[in-house]
């Protein structure tokens, strides 16, 4: 199984981002998928999280409102739509991912297998 996230860049505050993760090694593709993010000196803490089917999702009070975690099956695809970017945004974005449906409820990097290799967004002010 691999994860490869992608789609961060420079953006100004106030601005948007979609961040992609696509993943392969399974037909049937991953049931729990995840971002997470590292900001700098800093823990890499839970973003978001999306059920298989894409009709559950949960997302971290400090994202909500702002972010839109998404997947497209077909193409074993996950997005992160990110808008109103503020400073605060800035991380290292990784996505994750894990077989076991339970891990639904985990906001915990302990709680998933498989992660990509992160991809950097910055927010200037």
């Known amino acids: 199984v691999q994860l490869q996230a992608f789609g961060g860049g420079l953006v100004q505050a106030g601005g948007s981002l979609r961040l992609s993760c696509a993943h392969s090694?399974?037909?049937?593709?991953?049931?729990?998928m995840a971002w997470f993010r590292q900001a700098p000196g800093k823990e890499r803490d839970f973003v978001a999280t999306i059920n298989n089917s894409g009709r559950r999702t949960d997302y971290a009070d400090s994202v909500k409102g702002r972010f839109t975690i998404s997947r497209d099956n077909a193409k074993n695809t996950v997005y992160l739509q990110m808008n109103s970017l503020n400073a605060e945004d800035t991380a290292v974005y990784f996505c994750a991912g894990d077989f076991d449906p339970r891990r639904f409820n985990s906001r915990s990097v302990a709680g998933f297998t498989y992660w990509g290799q992160g991809t950097q967004v910055t927010v200037s002010s």
């Open positions: 090694g399974r037909a049937s593709g991953i049931p729990v």
